[in-house]
């Protein structure tokens, strides 16, 4: 019988670049690749220590000098919607939603470039293609649903949703900039704690909140909300009163980030 070894994840560093959320500063994530048998495992535990998907790769920032960026889940048991929030559900009954496979549609594809054009015309996605697009919704390793959300007959929203252990994470959605006084953001959120909620798993995973951002800075309006600050998941009771320390010297060397990460269990594979 042929006894075979994981292979240990690997590490790396992107170069800085302009931060696109906050103004003259400059951004730099650690990342490695999501692949081979282990990819699911990988995903719950890095999930859970502050990293994000976007396809086969899993990152989470590692800036030099600043660590604004900070991962937020919302506890869906300490969930409670404010009574703009419960406007937002009565005023989105109509939208039906279905959950299917990541296949990437020309629909999809559609919407999505409508909504780039009318929200974030100068971002890192702007000049994304079909292919591209196709891409970023279909190479997937783990267990991954395309939510869409139907007016009628019409596409009116689409959230990119990975199933983890303890929870459901967020990708991306974009939606129809003709029904944003519907607040369809919001109500995706919404319904996506209550699929979390349906599946009695306790977590939603939003990606990153931003203080300071105008972009990101919306997901401080979700009681409940959870961030990973300082190596743990911390409640933010109060955003407003929430200061991130920006001081270089507090963000661990890329080594030290590496070492302390909690890798899934690396017993021997057999085949």
């Known amino acids: 019988m042929r006894h075979t070894l994981p292979i240990a994840p690997q590490f790396y560093v992107t170069a800085p670049q302009p931060c696109p959320y906050l103004a003259d500063r400059m951004e730099r994530k650690l990342f490695t690749a999501l692949q081979g048998d282990e990819a699911e495992q990988l995903n719950n535990s890095l999930s859970q220590q502050g990293f994000r998907r976007s396809q086969n790769v899993l990152y989470r920032p590692s800036c030099a000098d600043c660590s604004a960026c900070l991962s937020a889940r919302i506890k869906v048991s300490d969930f409670v919607p404010s009574r703009g929030q419960k406007r937002t559900l009565r005023r989105n009954t109509t939208l039906e939603r279905r959950a299917t496979s990541p296949w990437a549609t020309e629909d999809q594809y559609a919407l999505f470039r409508r909504y780039l054009d009318s929200r974030h015309a100068d971002g890192g996605m702007a000049d994304m293609d079909v292919f591209e697009f196709a891409a970023m919704i279909e190479e997937t390793p783990i267990r991954t649903r395309v939510v869409e959300y139907n007016i009628g007959n019409d596409?009116?929203?689409?959230s990119l949703t990975d199933l983890i252990e303890d929870g459901l994470s967020m990708v991306y959605s974009f939606y129809d900039p003709m029904v944003a006084n519907r607040s369809i953001g919001t109500y995706l959120i919404l319904d996506h704690v209550a699929l979390a909620k349906e599946a009695n798993l306790p977590y939603l995973y939003l990606g990153y909140w931003v203080p300071g951002?105008?972009?990101?800075?919306?997901?401080?309006?979700?009681?409940?909300?959870?961030i990973y600050f300082q190596g743990m998941w911390q409640s933010l009771s109060n955003p407003t009163e929430f200061n991130a320390d920006l001081h270089p010297l507090n963000t661990e060397p890329i080594a030290e980030q590496v070492a302390n990460l909690t890798l899934p269990d690396s017993k021997p594979v057999r085949g």
């Not at 596409?155 to 689409?158: H, I, K, M, Q």
């Not at 951002?213 to 959870?226: C, D, P, T, V, W």
């Open 213 to 226: 951002s105008s972009k990101m800075g919306y997901k401080a309006r979700f009681s409940g909300l959870e």
């Open 155 to 158: 596409l009116a929203a689409v």
